[in-house]
């Protein structure tokens, strides 16, 4: 039930997290006036993120060197299209952390917009990757859904944890705490599209037996524990993670989440690689 893949799943979960990183963050100094100042770790980390996601990937390949010949086939190939979009989202958000480092907030703005939408396709065309019509219980929408639920809950409870780590000794309480705000409904936004992937998916797997296959059984018979485990660890992270963010935000002190944010971070992103690890192994191909 559990798959080896591990260079994809640190790959795919490490990208997303970045991505939701960047959206959400980059969101949040457009909502919540003045927060640009408390928020100048989360582009960087996401670079590193996606740096590190990125060298993963390569692992993946029998032969590194030659990774640069899969961005050959971008006419037919969504794994080409992945790899280059991946990279031109790395490129992006590193010239925003380099633009800001130089010039007024302002003048980031085209390039911050331009890395959410990057970001964003990032995700889409990720998804498209195992949208594979011989691989029933992929090829479903649950896929995208969980996906994209990833990318907002790791993301949220990333900005958590860097947003209290920057701003643990700042004096303007208003601004963070309405962050905190964000970050949770971010956060709840993600665990409810999380819940909704659980749900397809198990529709998709239930719908192997068109094809002669019991997907579904392979999951109760050997992935009972592992869906227990990434469902608990992801409530716990998501529950104490929104439940300190509320006290923050009435305390206007944003420091508060700052330990609870890290441990909830440990769970999500443990729960997201279970979750992660168990998607690759229902791969069961059909027809040649």
């Not at 959410?116 to 065309?125: K, N, P």
Request: a positive charge; proline letters at 2%.
């Amino acid at each position: 039930m559990f798959s080896s893949e591990w260079s994809l799943v640190l790959f795919t979960v490490l990208t997303q997290a970045a991505v939701g990183i960047v959206v959400i963050s980059e969101l949040t100094r457009i909502l919540v006036k003045g927060s640009g100042a408390h928020l100048s770790w989360q582009a960087p980390a996401a670079c590193v993120l996606t740096a590190l996601g990125l060298i993963l990937s390569l692992t993946h390949l029998g032969t590194p060197m030659h990774s640069v010949f899969t961005i050959l086939n971008l006419g037919s190939s969504w794994l080409s299209r992945e790899i280059l979009v991946t990279g031109c989202f790395f490129a992006v958000i590193l010239l925003l952390v380099l633009q800001r480092r130089k010039a007024p907030e302002s003048a980031a703005t085209p390039l911050s917009l331009a890395a959410i939408v990057v970001g964003l396709g990032a995700i889409f065309v990720m998804t498209r990757v195992y949208l594979l019509p011989t691989v029933p219980v992929w090829n479903s929408v649950a896929t995208s859904v969980g996906f994209f639920g990833t990318m907002l809950l790791s993301g949220a409870v990333s900005c958590g944890v860097l947003g209290s780590m920057e701003n643990r000794f700042c004096k303007d309480a208003e601004g963070c705490s309405s962050m905190a705000g964000v970050f949770c409904i971010a956060a709840l936004v993600g665990l409810t599209l999380k819940f909704l992937g659980i749900v397809l998916s198990m529709n998709a797997l239930n719908n192997t037996d068109n094809y002669g296959m019991n997907a579904l059984h392979m999951v109760a018979d050997k992935g009972i524990d592992g869906l227990v485990a990434w469902i608990i660890m992801v409530c716990a992270g998501v529950g104490l993670f929104s439940w300190f963010a509320v006290k923050a935000m009435g305390a206007k002190q944003i420091r508060l989440i700052a330990n609870p944010a890290l441990c909830a971070l440990v769970l999500v992103l443990a729960g997201e690689i279970i979750g992660r690890l168990m998607f690759y192994g229902t791969y069961m191909r059909i027809g040649i």
